[in-house]
C-alpha cells in the first residue's frame, strides 16, 4: 500500500495514501484482519456500516477479500432518512444491500425503517437490538459539517443518553447530500433522520474512518488540529482507544 504519511492526534491513528483507491484497500485490508481475529476468538462479530460514495473504494474491496466468514458477521448501519418512500434509491439500507450486503450476505442484517410511522417507536426497537449486540466495529465517514452518522453540530452530544435518537439534519449537512450527487435539489433532500448517537459509536471496540475528498478537507483538520467540541463531531474519535482515519490527499491537504 502506498501510504505517504502517518500521525496520531491524542489517540486517533491517521494514515493518509496516494490516491482514493489505496486508502479504501488499505482501510478493507485493516476491517477485514480485525473480522477474521474476532471471528476466530469470539464466534462471531458486530459491524457497523456508513452508507455514503465516501465508502465505495473501501466497500469494493471488502466485497472482494477472501477468507472472511460473513455467515458470522451481524451487520447494522448508522443512519437513515426519516420519511422516504420504500422504494427511494436514496435510501441508506438500499445503497448497503447493493454495494455490501447483497453480495456477501452475512449472517444477520438489522435495518433501520425510515418509513416506519412511529420513528420514536423504531428508534427503541433499533436500540434493543443494539443493545443485544454491542457493536465491535464501526466503519464510518466524517461528513462536511464534521458529522459522524448524522450527527451534525446541532444535535451532536458526546455524553449522550440515548443509542438511536431523531435528528434534524442541518443545512450543511443536507447540501453535502446534494453535493455528493444523492439528490438532485436541495428541497428533495429530508429534513429528519435516524441516527446512531456519538456514544454508541464510540462504544465499537475499533472504529476505522474512511474519508476522501476535498470537500471533507476542513472538516479533517478540525477533527485532527481543533478542539474537542461537538462544534465538530468527529473531533471525538481523538478519545478513542483504537480508532484509525484514513485519508487520501483531498482529504488531507489542509493538515
Not at 489517540?11 to 496516494?18: F, T
Not at 477485514?32 to 481475529?37: F, G, H, R
Not at 437513515?80 to 447483497?102: C, S, V, W
Request: proline letters at 5%; hydrophobic letters at 40%.
Amino acid at each position: 500500500m502506498s501510504k505517504i504519511k502517518k500521525l496520531t492526534a491524542d489517540k486517533l491513528r491517521v494514515e493518509v495514501y496516494s490516491n482514493r483507491q489505496t486508502m479504501g484497500e488499505a482501510a478493507a485490508k485493516a476491517v477485514a484482519e480485525s473480522m477474521k481475529e474476532l471471528i476466530a476468538t469470539q464466534g462471531s462479530v458486530t459491524m457497523a456500516f456508513a452508507a455514503a460514495p465516501s465508502q465505495n473504494e473501501f466497500l469494493a474491496t471488502l466485497i472482494q477479500t477472501s477468507d472472511i466468514d460473513w455467515s458470522k458477521v451481524i451487520a447494522f448501519h448508522l443512519d437513515e432518512y426519516i420519511g422516504l418512500p420504500a422504494e427511494a434509491p436514496q435510501r441508506f439500507t438500499r445503497f448497503l444491500k447493493e454495494h455490501l450486503f447483497d453480495q456477501v450476505k452475512p449472517g444477520k442484517v438489522y435495518y433501520m425503517d425510515g418509513t416506519a410511522s412511529d420513528p420514536e417507536k423504531e428508534c427503541l426497537r433499533y436500540s434493543s437490538l443494539l443493545q443485544e449486540h454491542p457493536i465491535d466495529i464501526a466503519c464510518i465517514g466524517i461528513g462536511e459539517n464534521g458529522h459522524i452518522a448524522f450527527n451534525d453540530p446541532a444535535v451532536a452530544d458526546f455524553n449522550d443518553p440515548k443509542i438511536i435518537k431523531i435528528v434534524e439534519m442541518d443545512l450543511k449537512c443536507r447540501q453535502q447530500q446534494v453535493n455528493d450527487g444523492c439528490f438532485e435539489t436541495l428541497d428533495k433532500v429530508p429534513t429528519n433522520a435516524l441516527s446512531m448517537t456519538i456514544p454508541t459509536i464510540m462504544s465499537a471496540e475499533k472504529i476505522f474512518c474512511i474519508v476522501p475528498g476535498t470537500t471533507k478537507s476542513e472538516a479533517v483538520a478540525k477533527t485532527i488540529n481543533g478542539k474537542i467540541t461537538t462544534e465538530c463531531p468527529a473531533s471525538i474519535l481523538r478519545q478513542h482507544e483504537q480508532a484509525i482515519l484514513y485519508l487520501e490527499p483531498d482529504s488531507a491537504e489542509k493538515l
